[in-house]
């Protein structure tokens, strides 16, 4: 029972990945991504995940703005979201680590090979300025997913053997 789940936590942490950002926008970046899916779908797809890595932790914390609207930014919030409901189904803070890491790094690695796929230019993501933006995002995504798995799974109680 424990198996599934983990895989059913790692499918749900995944699928809500695509929508997340856009929850916490009003719909508003699947609004603005619609024109780019109608021309190319996997461009669009690409965009849509790399939304979920524009939280930049880097930047706010260099910048010194500390206000409470500058840190709940959307794909933080997402990433919050998604980790909460993955450790909750995991069960247990082990789990939840575990299986919130496993489906953020299957996200970030969708992410780049659609890019790939899309003909996105990944290494001026890598690059200059760019590094720091492209950083801050990923660590600040998996800073968000990391604590709200174990947090959710704590909550959800102690893991259970079968």
Known sequence: MTNIR??????????????????FTKWESLYQLESIFNSNFLRGLAMLLGTNFSFNI???????NWAVTYFLAPALLAWIF???????????????????????VIVLL???LISIVAG???MAFFQGNQLFMTLGGIS??????????????FISGPEEEY
Not at 11 to 18: D, R
Not at 140 to 153: D, P, T
């Open 6 to 23: 983990f895989i059913v936590s790692v499918v749900v942490g995944i699928v809500l990945s695509f929508v997340s950002v856009a929850l």
């Open 58 to 64: 880097i930047a706010f914390v260099t910048k010194g």
């Open 82 to 104: 998604v980790g909460y409901i993955i450790g909750t189904i995991a069960k247990g803070s082990r789990n939840g680590f575990i299986s919130g890491t496993l489906a953020w």
């Open 110 to 112: 969708i992410w780049i």
């Open 120 to 122: 996105e230019d990944l």
């Open 140 to 153: 600040g995504s998996f800073i968000g997913v990391s604590v709200s798995s174990v947090l959710g799974g």
